[in-house]
């Protein structure tokens, strides 16, 4: 068993934590991800500002506090912060060993960076093009003896995935441990949302202190057990591990470039205080394919909030409309989208209350269009609209943004390096089995025939902590009257939200602490059809929604197309990460079976 513990989610995470995490207890290694659809884009931006750039500032400044102390504790690091730059990391890492005249081992994984051949592949425009690579050039880079081992785009999951390879010799054919330790990096990978960061159950965790990190102790099997240091806030349970679990997914195959794993055969139970024990991942050979995330500038944008206050809200919105619009008409925009929203309330007590507000969001190729030219047409009307106008921020200039999408390759196709610091090259061979997959829908189909889904799952029915089927008659049957209550969804549910790309993810399940869990979740599978979320959440009507089941995790996971646009750095929407999207899914109100709120 080795112990891996993360300290970063995302690029802007808690400076602390690195520090925290090699001071609170034993690691065997210590890994962070930093790189997201939306970071890529800022480190390009940066890049195209200094080509020395293009890597996770903040990873180096937390590095140059903890370097000594991760060599003293014998701590190995392995993180994506090289981002676009790997190369260039790794040498201000070298430079800062050499200047605290600490003996250290850096290696980088590079290959993922496919700009130079964006033409070639037809994606002309794209300011980042980056394949995501898998675990096994890491594996590579540790086994050949690095302390510190630097990526660029590989998936989340890699920087641990690639740890337990290099410890417990796993090979390309052994899918099912690897399926294991992808599952335990994905729970870890983002950091405090593993215990109790962004819990609908927050209520029930301690919250006096900051969150710890999580840690992953992974068995040679692939089996693992999610923990954190002793004496952190926060906590782990079956509920915060299955938040994570369910978070940013599809369907049930989570498609990773060194295995596919099968998410419906997961088994959560716990494992004494603050730990959950993760088994029966199955695994089956990977896709021949592996994702390429595109970045490209779309142009500039902007925006207006106008603040509506009291009587005849829904007029005063129509008028600024109206005088605004006629303005706009007369620029050079490409999209111009409206929004009222409704906070105001009746007989108001304080004028907050009584307040609505109105957005008003422009995109153009003319930065001047979406900058001054509209913000100056929307502030003539200070003296000339409707009564109490004010705005919520001065007039700003138009901001950049960018257009994500999807590409996908051939894994044979893209280069996977390792780079030591003795400048010696080591060339990670593609996966020598793959299966056929729909890169679109996530389904794949396994050539080897080595995935078999649990009986439980092949039934539709729910495993609840150990994992074996329910063989109570009528397994999540209600019993009672048929009586209903109008409550809140979420006084039944948990829900964790995201995006993926121009899509926003939803997962929903029920606790693990509810004493008629199978029932419930016989009734969430029944009752959240795509056609019920359209109605629950009216922002998704007319989009594509996909629902998919994972009994052995009592949830639902939920899939809203282009509900984003074109990815979080384009979208206009008051959430544009859908960070709360499963918030807004637990706050409507739903007839549930009374029986199962006793």
């Known amino acids: 068993m080795i112990r891996i513990g993360n300290c970063s989610g995302f690029y802007g995470d808690r400076l602390s934590a690195m520090r925290e995490m090699l001071e609170g207890g034993h690691l065997d290694y210590l890994t962070g991800d930093y790189l997201a659809e939306l970071t890529m884009l800022i480190l390009g931006k940066d890049r195209m500002k200094d080509a020395d750039l293009g890597y996770a500032k903040t990873f180096l400044r937390q590095l140059t506090h903890c370097l000594a102390l991760a ?23 070298r430079e800062i060993a050499t200047e605290q005249g600490v003996e250290v081992r850096v290696a980088h994984v590079e290959g993922d960076d496919l700009i130079a051949r964006s033409a070639e592949l037809g994606w002309e425009g794209a300011l980042t093009a980056n394949a995501y690579l898998g675990a096994f050039g890491i594996a590579e880079a540790l086994t050949a003896g690095a302390d510190i081992v630097v990526t660029g785009r590989v998936t989340d999951a890699s920087v641990i995935v690639g740890p337990a390879i290099a410890e417990h010799g796993w090979g390309r054919e052994d899918h099912d441990q690897l399926a294991g330790a992808v599952v335990a990096g994905h729970i870890i990978e983002c950091g405090t949302q593993a215990t109790g960061g962004n819990f609908s159950g927050f209520t029930d965790i301690d919250t006096s202190r900051p969150l710890g990190f999580p840690i992953a102790e992974i068995a040679a099997d692939g089996t693992s057990v999610i923990t954190k240091h002793p004496g952190t806030g926060g906590a782990v349970t079956i509920d915060t591990v299955t938040a994570q679990l369910v978070y940013e997914i599809g369907g049930p195959v989570y498609l990773n470039p060194d295995v596919a794993t099968h998410l419906d055969t997961i088994e959560l139970a716990a494992d004494g205080e603050d730990r959950v024990r993760v088994s029966g991942v199955q695994g089956s050979p990977p896709p021949a394919t592996t994702k390429v995330a595109l970045n490209s500038l779309g142009g500039f944008r902007n925006s207006v909030e106008f603040v509506l206050t009291g009587l005849d809200i829904e007029t005063k919105a129509d008028w600024v409309r109206a005088q605004l619009g006629s303005a706009l008409d007369r620029l050079p925009l490409d999209e111009v989208d409206w929004e009222l ?6 007989d108001p007590a304080t004028e907050p209350e009584a307040a609505a507000i109105l957005r008003c969001h422009v995109k153009s190729q003319d930065a001047r269009a979406a900058g001054r030219a509209f913000s100056g047409a929307a502030i003539e009307l200070a003296l000339a609209s409707y009564p109490g106008f004010h705005v919520t921020a001065p007039p700003s200039a138009a901001s950049p943004f960018g257009v994500y999408r999807a590409a996908y390759v051939a894994q044979a196709d893209v280069p996977h390096v390792v780079v030591m610091d003795d400048g010696r090259r080591i060339d990670i061979a593609p996966p020598p089995t793959v299966a056929g997959e729909d890169p679109a829908s996530g389904a794949i189909s396994s050539a080897s025939g080595a995935y078999s889904p649990s009986e439980s799952a092949k039934r539709g029915e729910f495993a609840p902590l150990g994992g074996a089927a329910n063989a109570e008659p ?3 049957e209600l019993t009672g009257d048929g009586e209903t209550v109008r409550k809140a969804l979420g006084r039944l549910v948990y829900a964790r939200s995201g995006d993926k790309g121009g899509a926003a993810n939803i997962g929903v399940w029920i606790p693990s602490d509810h004493p008629r869990r199978e029932a419930a979740y016989t009734w969430l599978a029944a009752t959240l059809t795509a056609d019920r979320v359209r109605q629950l959440l009216p922002e998704t009507a007319g989009l594509d929604i996909a629902v998919h089941a994972l009994p052995n995790l009592a949830a639902v996971n939920l899939v809203v197309e282009k509900l984003l646009g074109d990815g979080v750095a384009s979208s206009t929407r008051f959430d544009p990460q859908a960070k709360a999207v499963g918030e807004w899914l637990r706050a409507r109100l739903v007839d549930i079976p009374r029986e199962l709120l006793a």
Do not use: F
């Open 341 to 346: 929203v409704r906070t105001d309330r009746a």
């Open 474 to 476: 009528g397994p999540g």
């Open 71 to 93: 060599r003293e504790k014998q701590v190995k690091i392995v993180t994506n912060a090289g981002g676009l730059n790997p190369a260039g990391l790794a040498d201000k890492i």
